[in-house]
Structures are given as structure tokens and as C-alpha cells.
């Protein structure tokens, strides 16, 4: 057979006709199969000259003429004429232009041939104007316009040496310039089309369907609507498609999987995988979503002027950053730039380095690792703009490839991205291309649609594409996501490339493409219809994204009297449709929850107020914050979060109470200057002086507050108020044989004798201390003692013990009854109105319970009782451990687990 040429649709396609063959030949007795030449139709049109223009060469040739066209050039492409030229947007412009052009080109047209044709003849002019001055830039390179060079490959095609006949098999949609092509050639062509001999009117002579024939054709699908199948996820779709095959029984060399929907790829490897059957994508998986692309994406954020702190913090964290630093895996780096960015909030590096080198010597030291990383970072930048951004990003990727790098695709992603870098290294060399953001644009661009093989050991079963499922021969065929839009293709509607247009340039339209499409399902159903045989189409109400949706058009074509029965079963309810599915999905998965070794068992560790808060609201946040460490890292963070703005205005505060010549003063404009002075050095020196606009707007609002507060501190000294101490850090002191560790804020004491201590509180509306402390039990926590009552018998519960644990300090400490010092928030809101002391008297009756409350947390701490978790109470306070288990604990903790924390060990 090697005197034939065999024409197949996809590359694919002939590695099946190749492996056909093969098993043929070794399954006779005849000897020897010499294999026939199997190409695809692109093979007749392909250039192989070595000076054609690469898809770089041409992108760079054509952004660099769309900035030089002169003004009303091309007004009828590009209206705007305060359009700024810069090389972003000459690529975006240049990218619709060369797939229109080669559209055209595979049309076997010129430009000038469809102005002739078109009813905006103005416009097609000045793209082949643009054309050709493309071309003539690249002919100064010594380079072909790729369009122009498939026209004359076409022109000029052959059939090899010693091949006497040439066959098209199963080739539904040729492009016009293949059948150009294979219309000059001086061999015998045979068309072989699948399909039965009374349809042979149906097709052309080169086998393409004939669309008024074939875009309303009745499809019979083998067992009609019980063929198809419904679900409302595409999870629940790939796990439908698994179930029918293993209920079948059929060897997995019987079935076949058609990937219509691509969005389902993922849900139908992971379904198959479940089931014991791995799935193989001939077509391979696709880089763009590698993490090298992304760190490359990284990279193209930080050219530039102002390179972003945030962007610098994720790329130095990247394993390729690691990879190529040596720094192997560095959490502590990680940990640093996270805390930095919680603290200084910078936006540029610039900036971060700034605040580092403005810290106390004793601070920065905990900066050791992120101070030289940005400065490393920072001098890179300016080397790789200064000496040649390609050149030093293929010098840097390379770097990864004398290591143990793995890119998660066997290598092939490192390839992809060097050979994209290398082709630009020499258009920067050539002085075609300049500046890091252009760079990284264009190997984006050039890597796009890349794509690595997958291994192909021990695969069951391929996942292949709607046009190679012609030359699938399995009795069992699954069709996967028949969704309209997938098939028939959707192309959108072409703004050089009208419907109309189309026709007359004999390109593909939508009637094309329903005809074509029609009659693939057509034949498929067909060869299925037997004994042991089957096709099932599958179709889902969402993507993996949520998006709804559709039934193919094609799913509708049946037999009128059908049709009606066919919509009610398409778009009917899914049986797994009840329920809303959301994008997290707990499935099978659980909560590694390490269980550590309870550091409050010894009875030595002490407690503070916020603690204990914790504890009241939900024991299990309790042990994952206090025991395990968790905390959340906000990286996306552009603001002072709740806790810094307290802490900023309470460091003014401190060092307002500890000046003894302004802390008395009943002079309110003399206290708000001062304290308004303090803000603007403290601000300056934990921000800089350049600090970002959301900090800038946080500390003008930190200016007002503090202007209300010096009116009712003025007040309040003459009344009679006196500060007696701020920020009395209490370490260890003994509450009821309970060590304690805790800051309080400020103690007042009147000149009757009377004391005061004074929590400061900077939300944005004012708090009552005794709702925040006593609230109505509704029995959804875990009581620690008994009960209190209200004057109506309402049972009354703590879920909070701050104050009473600070009235009875400064009880002790100083001499006094409780009774005689009155606990108070000092609200400094977001308004006048919400400014202001809010006291709260606590009787003796509260002390004591509150004192009960205590112990009994306590030892259950020291129990290691951190089970079961408060979902509502957590409601109360700022959640920041909910995100890892949307519907709840009780659903994500493993049973041992739970059994540990929930003391069961301990009463053993």
C-alpha cells in the first residue's frame, strides 16, 4: 500500500487507521503490510519553504505596521483616532486581521477579491493595503507572508514518488484550498465517504454533505430518548457515563468516549478514574494553565515602572522562583512577605522596601529573608530592562532545566515556553521588539493554544474529539456534553466574515456546519443500531463553572410526531437537580485535622480574656487557632483590617495616657492637635510617607475619630475623670487559681475614689459592654456553668468575660470591692453620635457567674474538650475558619477525630 495517499480528517484519525492497519497485518497471514502515506488535509497546503514567517515573526510584523500606519489609513478598521499605539494594542488589533487573512487565504482568495465581493469594499482595501505592507516588512527580513505561501504550496502541490492513486477517507469538511489542491494533482482519487450507497446523492464528489440535504434530516438515535441522558452537573454527568459502562459489562476496548463539551474533559477523567478506567486526551493537555505560564504571567505584571508589591510576594513564593534561586521550598520567606503585607500594606515594591529600611533595627531583623529577596528582585528588573528582557527570561528559564524542576507535563511545558522565548530573543535582537511587557505578551500569545502529549501507558479508554469519532469502530459509544454551541460549533459572528460572505467565498457557514455535524451523528447512531451495540448522548445543565447549558439542536431532530416527547425529556428536571449544587462539593473529602498535643493539659499556660472568648463562641476554632496555629493569610488585602486600625488608633491612646502635661488637660482643641500629631508620625512611620490611598483614607478617618474623643475626654476630666494607668500588661497573675495574661487598655479613677477601667473600641458603631458580654442562651453552645436570669426569667448566657476578668484586677490590685469599680467602652465610631463612654455597673451576682463561667471553660480546655463546634455562635465574630468547611464541622471532621477532641479519650 505504500503507492497510496490516504486523506483523513485529523492527525488522529490516521494514528487509528495506522494501528488498524497494523493489527490487520498481524492478525493475516499475507506477510508483510508496507503502510499506505497517511496525511491529513493540511499536509497540501502546508509551506515547508524555510523562510516562511513564524506566528511571532508575523505578529511583530504586524503590530509594528499598525502602529506606523499613517493617520486615516485604515479609519474604517480602527475609527478611533485617540487610540493610543502602544504594543498591547497592536497585538490585540493584529490578532482578528491574521485570522481573518488566512481564512481567506485557505478560501483560496486574496483581499482584493473579496473587496470585489463585499459590501464594505473600502474596508477589505485597507486590510490588503495592511497586508501588504505586512509583506513587505517581512520581505526586507528576508521572510513570506505565511497566507501568501500556503496560496502557492496549494498551487504547486504533488503526490510524492512512486504514489500512483490517492484516497480521501471519511474527509466531511475539507477546506476549499486542500480541494484546490488536490484537484490539480495528476493521480486517481478515490473518495470514500460512510454512509449508505442509497445516500450517495447527499455528498459532493469530494464527500462533503450537502447542506440543503442534510441540515434538517431526521437522526434516528438508537433507543430514541432513552439514548440520552440528563444530570444536572457535569460531575454528575461523567459519573452517569461511568455507571452505564459498568453496568454494561462491555471490556473497555468496546466503549468509546466522545468529548463534545471540552468544559467536561476534567469531570470525565476524574469520573473514569474513580471507576478503575484511565481516560487518554490524544490531543493532550494544554500548558496555558502550568504554573510555569503563570509565573511567566508574574513576570510580564512586574515590567514596569511601579512594579507591585503584591505580584513580587506571589512570584518569589512561586517553586520556579525557589527552582532557580536554590532556595529550594521557603516557607519562612513566605511567612515574612505575608506578614509584611499585613502589616505595611505596600503596593509597589518600591515601596516595601522603603518601610523595611525605615524599621528599627530589632523589627527588621524579622525581615532577614524578605528584605534581600526584594532587593534581589528589584535589581533583576532593572538589569533585565536594561540589558534585554528575552535574552535574560531565556536565560532564566533555562536555569530551571539544570535542576530537579518538574513542570507537571513531562518537560513539554519548559520546551514550549523556551522555543517561544528564543524566537523572541531574536526579534529583540533584531530590534523588532523591546520592553518586558511586549515580551511576555507575545510568548503568552505563542504558547496559548501549546499543548503536551499525554503518557499513553496503560490507557483504557481515549477521549477523543468530535471530528475523530468517524473512525471510531467500538460497538459503544458515549457522547459527552451534546450541548448547543459545542455541536454544532458556534463561531461568533465574524465582524469581517458575515454569514453572507462566507457563502460567497465558499468558506464554511453555519448550514455547512449543521450539514456536516448532522451527518457525523447520523452515522454514527447507524453503526450502532445492531445487537449489542449502542450510543448514548449525555448531556448536563451546567458546566463546571455553573453556566447553564443547552441540548444540541441535533438532539431535536427526530420525526415529527417525536419531537414534542423529545423536549419534554431534554429539558426536563434532572433527577440530582432537587438540590442546588454548589461549586465547593464535599464529596468523600474530609479535614486533615492534626491532633496535637493540648498545651493548656498542664494547668501552667495562662489565659487572656480574648481567649476565653473564643472558647465560649466555638471550642473546635478555639483548638484550630490556639492549638494547631492556624490563621488566615489575607493576601488580597489593600487596607488596614479591623484589628491594625484598632491598633493604630490605640497606640496614639497609649501614648496620649502616658503624658502626664496632655493626658489632664480639659482643652479639647489642645488634645485633638496633639493626638492628631501623634497619628501622623506613627502612620508615617509603620506605612511611609507614600502610603497607599485606602491606608491614607483609614488614617484621616483615625484623624476624626480622635478629634471627637479629645471633646469627651476634655469632658471627662472635668468631671473629674483621671487616667491612673494605659496598656497595664498583666502576665500570670493568679484569677480564681486561673493564671491570666491580658492588656487593659486604661484605669480611670474619680477624684470621690471611685475607679473606672476603660476598654477602647473603634468599630464603626457604638457597642453597649453588657450586650457585648450577656446575651440569651437559645441552648445552641455548650453551657460552662449555670444559667443566669433576667428580671423576666429569661435565661442569660457569657460570651464574653473580658470586663469582669479586668474589674477584678483592678479590684485586687487595688484594694476595692468590685462593686466599686465600673467596667465602660470608650466608642470612638465612625460619627460623633458614636463617640462616647458607655459604663455598665457589674453586681456582685454577675461577678460571681462570670467567675463560674471562667473555670468551667477552663477546665474543659485543660480537659481538651474542643468539640462540637458553634456554627451560630461563630456568626458573632469574625469567621475566618467557616471557608474551610461550607456546611459545617458536624460534615467535615473524621470521626476519630472528633472522638479525641470531644474528651471520649479523656473519660476512658
Not at 453551657?783 to 483592678?810: I, R, S
Request: contains cysteine.
Amino acid at each position: 500500500m505504500d503507492e497510496t495517499v490516504v486523506v483523513v480528517p485529523t492527525a488522529n484519525s490516521g494514528r487509528r487507521l495506522r494501528q488498524a492497519l497494523a493489527e490487520r497485518a498481524a492478525s493475516g497471514s499475507s506477510g508483510a503490510l508496507f503502510p499506505p502515506r497517511v496525511v491529513t488535509p493540511e499536509s497540501f497546503f502546508r509551506p515547508t519553504a524555510p523562510n516562511v514567517a513564524t506566528r511571532g515573526e508575523l505578529l511583530v510584523a504586524w503590530a509594528n505596521v499598525l502602529r506606523s500606519v499613517p493617520d486615516g489609513a485604515a479609519d474604517t478598521l480602527f475609527p478611533e483616532t485617540d487610540t493610543k499605539r502602544t504594543f498591547a494594542w497592536a497585538m490585540r488589533a493584529a490578532k482578528p486581521l491574521v485570522t481573518t487573512c488566512e481564512a481567506v487565504a485557505e478560501a483560496d482568495h486574496d483581499l482584493a477579491e473579496v473587496a470585489e465581493l463585499s459590501d464594505e469594499p473600502q474596508r477589505w482595501q485597507q486590510l490588503a493595503a495592511l497586508e501588504q505592507a505586512v509583506a513587505d516588512y517581512l520581505a526586507e527580513r528576508g521572510k513570506l507572508l505565511p497566507s501568501t505561501a500556503k496560496r502557492e504550496t496549494a498551487r504547486a502541490a504533488v503526490v510524492p514518488d512512486g504514489v500512483t492513486h490517492m484516497v480521501i477517507a471519511g474527509v466531511a469538511d475539507p477546506v476549499p484550498l486542500a480541494v484546490r489542491a488536490w484537484s490539480a494533482l495528476s493521480v486517481p482519487v478515490h473518495v470514500l465517504v460512510h454512509a449508505s450507497e442509497s445516500l450517495a446523492d447527499h455528498f459532493d464528489v469530494w464527500g462533503r454533505p450537502v447542506a440543503d440535504l442534510w441540515k434538517s434530516r431526521v437522526i434516528d438515535l438508537p433507543g430514541g430518548n432513552a439514548s440520552i441522558s440528563l444530570s444536572a452537573s457535569a460531575e454528575a454527568t461523567a459519573a452517569a457515563m461511568v455507571s452505564d459502562f459498568a453496568e454494561s459489562g462491555a471490556a473497555s476496548d468496546q466503549c468509546a468516549v466522545g468529548i463534545c463539551d471540552g468544559d467536561l474533559t476534567i469531570s470525565v477523567r476524574d469520573q473514569l478514574a474513580a471507576g478503575g478506567w484511565r481516560g487518554f486526551d490524544p490531543n493532550g493537555r494544554p500548558i496555558a494553565a502550568s504554573g510555569l505560564v503563570a509565573w511567566l504571567g508574574l513576570w510580564r505584571e512586574l515590567f514596569g515602572p511601579r512594579p507591585s508589591f503584591d505580584m513580587a510576594s506571589v512570584l518569589l513564593k512561586a517553586p520556579e522562583s525557589l527552582a532557580v534561586t536554590g532556595r529550594g521550598v521557603s516557607c519562612s520567606l513566605g511567612r515574612q512577605l505575608d506578614k509584611l503585607h499585613e502589616q505595611a500594606i505596600p503596593d509597589t515594591v518600591g515601596r516595601a522596601l522603603s518601610v523595611l529600611h525605615q524599621m528599627p533595627d530589632e523589627m527588621a531583623e524579622r525581615f532577614d529573608l524578605a528584605q534581600p529577596a526584594l532587593s534581589a528582585l528589584r535589581d533583576q528588573l532593572a538589569e533585565l530592562n536594561r540589558k534585554g528582557t528575552a535574552a535574560g527570561m531565556l536565560k532564566l528559564v533555562e536555569s530551571l532545566t539544570a535542576g530537579s524542576y518538574d513542570d507537571g507535563h513531562d518537560g513539554g511545558a519548559l520546551e514550549a515556553v523556551l522555543g517561544a522565548l528564543d524566537e523572541c530573543a531574536a526579534l529583540e535582537a533584531n530590534g523588532e521588539l523591546s520592553g518586558g511587557r511586549e515580551l511576555m505578551d507575545l510568548v503568552t500569545e505563542l504558547i496559548r493554544s501549546a499543548r503536551v502529549p499525554d503518557a499513553s501507558d496503560d490507557v483504557v479508554i481515549d477521549l477523543q474529539g468530535w471530528l475523530e469519532l468517524g473512525y471510531e469502530s467500538a460497538p459503544h459509544l458515549a457522547l459527552v456534553g451534546m450541548h448547543e454551541g459545542c455541536v454544532p460549533e458556534n463561531l461568533n459572528e465574524d465582524a469581517f466574515l458575515p454569514e453572507s460572505l462566507r457563502r460567497k467565498l465558499g468558506l464554511r457557514d453555519r448550514d455547512q456546519r449543521m450539514a456536516r455535524d448532522g451527518y457525523l451523528l447520523s452515522a454514527m447512531a447507524a453503526s450502532r443500531s445492531g445487537e449489542g451495540r449502542s450510543l448514548r448522548c449525555y448531556l448536563s445543565k451546567t458546566a463546571p463553572n455553573g453556566d447553564p447549558r443547552t441540548p444540541s439542536r441535533l438532539m431535536m431532530r427526530c420525526a415529527d410526531h417525536e419531537l414534542a416527547e423529545r423536549v419534554r425529556h431534554c429539558f426536563a428536571e434532572a433527577a440530582d437537580e432537587g438540590k442546588v449544587i454548589p461549586e465547593w462539593q464535599r464529596g468523600d473529602w474530609l479535614l486533615n485535622v492534626p491532633l496535637l498535643e493540648n498545651p493548656y493539659a498542664d494547668g501552667t499556660r495562662g489565659f487572656s480574656p480574648s481567649a476565653l472568648r473564643g472558647y465560649l463562641s466555638c471550642p473546635f476554632r478555639f483548638y484550630l487557632e490556639r492549638v494547631v496555629k492556624m490563621s488566615r493569610a489575607e493576601a488580597a488585602k489593600r487596607e488596614l483590617d479591623a484589628g491594625q486600625f484598632g491598633t493604630l488608633v490605640h497606640e496614639v491612646l497609649e501614648d496620649f495616657g502616658r503624658e502626664p502635661a496632655i493626658r489632664d488637660s480639659v482643652d479639647a482643641e489642645e488634645i485633638a492637635a496633639w493626638l492628631v500629631a501623634r497619628l501622623d508620625a506613627i502612620a508615617q512611620r509603620n506605612y511611609s510617607e507614600a502610603m497607599t490611598l485606602p491606608v491614607m483614607v483609614q488614617v484621616a478617618s483615625a484623624r476624626e475619630r480622635l478629634r471627637s474623643f479629645a471633646t469627651i475626654q476634655a469632658e471627662q476630666r472635668e468631671a473629674g475623670w483621671q487616667i491612673v494607668d494605659v496598656e497595664v500588661r498583666v502576665k500570670d497573675w493568679a484569677l480564681d487559681g486561673v493564671p491570666i495574661n491580658m492588656t487593659i487598655d486604661r484605669i480611670d479613677r474619680n477624684s470621690d475614689g471611685a475607679y473606672r477601667v476603660v476598654d477602647y473600641k473603634t468599630s464603626a458603631k457604638a457597642k453597649k459592654p453588657e450586650g457585648v458580654h450577656v446575651a440569651k442562651s437559645k441552648g445552641e453552645r455548650v453551657a460552662m456553668a449555670d444559667l443566669m436570669e433576667d428580671e423576666k426569667g429569661t435565661p442569660l448566657e457569657w460570651q464574653d468575660l473580658q470586663l469582669p476578668m479586668y474589674v477584678a484586677y483592678v479590684a485586687k490590685t487595688q484594694g476595692v470591692s468590685s462593686v466599686d469599680v465600673t467596667a465602660a467602652y470608650c466608642n470612638l465610631g465612625d460619627s460623633e453620635s458614636s463617640t462616647g463612654f458607655e459604663e455598665w455597673p457589674i453586681s456582685l451576682e454577675q461577678m460571681q457567674s462570670a467567675m463560674e463561667w471562667m473555670q468551667g471553660a477552663v477546665a474543659r480546655i485543660r480537659q481538651g474538650v474542643f468539640w462540637p463546634p458553634s456554627e451560630a455562635a461563630a456568626k458573632l465574630h469574625y469567621d475566618e475558619f467557616g471557608a474551610l468547611a461550607p456546611d459545617g464541622f458536624e460534615n467535615a471532621v473524621p470521626a476519630a477525630v472528633v472522638a479525641a477532641l470531644s474528651g471520649e479519650e479523656v473519660a476512658r
